[in-house]
Every structure is written in C-alpha cells, then in structure tokens.
C-alpha cells in the first residue's frame, strides 16, 4: 500500500509505516544485520526519531517498568493499522522490550502513537467504524476466531 515501505541496503533493512491522518507521523522497524530489530517513531516528517513509549502498565494493571533507552514498544512490521477517518487511533502488534520477538500482545493508541495501553496479551487484527468510536477486535489464530468489541 502507499502508507508502508520496504528498503534493504547492506544486509539491514527498514520498515516505514505513514500514520493516516496525522501528518509527519511513522512508525519505522529497523532490521540489523543480528537479526534484531527495533521499533522508531518520528512526529515531525523524520527530523527526529525516537524509541515509542511503551504503555506504563501491563493488561493486569501492574508496572511494565520499561523505560528508554534500553526498552520500549516494539512493534510487527505488518501489525500495524490506522485509518484517516479515526484519526489518532492506532493498533499495533508487538511486544514491550528492548527489541522485536515473537512474544506476542495487542496494544492501542489514541493519541497517534505518543501514549499506548496494553489491551490484549496475544495479536488482534481490528476493525474500526464511526471515526473510531466503534471497533471490533478478532483473535489472529489458526484454529479459531473470536470478536471482541473494546
């Protein structure tokens, strides 16, 4: 789509995903050659680059204790969803650290990805509808499929 990019140079790559409806806003998942990866996040059209915050607390309210440098919100180069007319709202797949694993968990933004809340401890693809006022969340599984409305 035109909201995402792929590069590769010298055996690093780079995912970029453009926040729709919010200018200057993306999300970009770097690819080292260790085949560790980590999640940056621009708010001004690339002029800075930061970890994202990771949320302050874990689905069971207790402290995630994850502060940058050394851990933040690391994010599924393909797990992550917005759309222009829920401006703000942002989905994320991913994990709390100091780099990508497979660990899995859901996490949401209302505020075009400057705060996160941790809302479910496996992946959900979601769906929005009413300028984000309404949304539907489905368990990503193999063998099942469940709806939840958050």
Request: hydrophobic share 35%; proline share 3%; net charge positive.
């Amino acid at each position: 789509t035109n909201s995402d990019r792929s590069w590769q140079r010298h055996q690093a790559s780079v995912y970029m995903y453009k926040l729709a409806g919010i200018r200057g806003t993306y999300f970009v998942n770097q690819h080292k050659p260790d085949r560790s990866s980590t999640t940056l996040v621009t708010f001004d059209k690339g002029a800075t680059w930061n970890p994202v915050s990771a949320p302050s607390t874990d689905l069971k309210g207790r402290d995630t204790n994850c502060f940058q440098p050394s851990c933040s919100l690391q994010m599924s180069s393909r797990g992550i969803f917005s759309r222009s007319t829920a401006i703000g709202l942002v989905w994320a797949q991913g994990n709390v650290g100091s780099n990508l694993k497979a660990s899995a968990g859901t996490f949401m933004s209302r505020d075009g990805g400057k705060t996160w809340r941790w809302v479910f401890d496996s992946y959900y693809q979601a769906s929005f509808a009413d300028r984000g006022a309404v949304m539907a969340a489905s368990r990503i599984s193999i063998h099942e499929q469940y709806t939840t409305f958050v």
